[in-house]
Structures are given as structure tokens and as C-alpha cells.
């Protein structure tokens, strides 16, 4: 499957921004899809999956900030970001997990710069 992001910018402090990763295919049977960003000079980390059943991860730093979601008739996930801080400031990447006949795939977009900064 292959995954195109959107929505990222530059925000100040406090502000939100709304992520979106619309994919080639059909969703409904990807395990697993989310988002996982990589700061400045850091790993790339992840921030929150969604299961195909919408069960939902948080890191904890984003905790209560951040809600993930999933539209399986838009073939797409939104990451919408509330509150968010400098050290939010990353690129943002969104992927897909997939089991099929027993084989395991991840599939990532291209990634979408997110900057927090007044």
C-alpha cells in the first residue's frame, strides 16, 4: 500500500494541526497503521497506532494531546494534534502494518515536517 501524508506546518506554541495519511488501498484489513515522527538529530519514534479493530496507542508525551483515528470508508488516518509544544517538532511519518498469507510488511509514506515554534 502506498501512504501520502498531509497537514503539517509550522504552528505556534498551543496550537493544533491536523495530519492526514490517505492510502492507495483499502484499509479495513490493515492490521495495524499509525504515526511515528523523528526529531532533530533523534531516532524516529512512534507517537500512536491503531489497530483495524481501533484500539489506540499513545506515547506518553502525547498523551491527552493527541488523538489518532481511523476512516475505513475514506481509506485514510488522522492524527489531530491539540496543545502542542515545541518539542513536538519533528517530521511526521505515517505506515501501515500488514500481515498477508503469513507474511509481515510495513509500508511508510514520505514524511511531513511539523514545526512548533512562536
Known amino acids: 500500500v502506498q501512504l501520502q501524508a498531509s497537514g503539517g506546518g509550522l504552528v505556534q506554541p498551543g496550537g493544533s494541526l491536523r495530519l492526514s495519511c490517505a492510502a492507495s488501498a483499502r484499509i479495513a484489513s490493515i492490521n495495524l497503521m499509525g504515526w511515528y515522527r523523528q526529531a532533530p538529530g533523534k531516532q524516529r519514534d512512534m507517537v500512536a497506532p491503531?489497530?483495524?479493530?481501533?484500539?489506540?496507542t499513545y506515547k506518553d508525551a502525547v498523551k491527552g494531546r493527541f488523538t489518532i483515528s481511523r476512516d475505513n470508508a475514506k481509506d485514510t488516518v488522522v492524527l489531530e494534534m491539540n496543545n502542542l509544544k515545541p518539542e513536538d517538532t519533528a517530521v511526521y511519518y505515517c505506515?501501515?502494518?500488514?500481515?498477508?498469507?503469513?507474511?509481515?510488511?510495513?509500508?511508510w509514506g514520505p514524511g511531513t515536517l511539523v514545526t512548533v515554534s512562536s
Open positions: 505506515y501501515a502494518y500488514e500481515v498477508v498469507q503469513g507474511s509481515s510488511r510495513t509500508s
Open positions: 491503531i489497530t483495524s479493530g481501533g484500539v489506540t
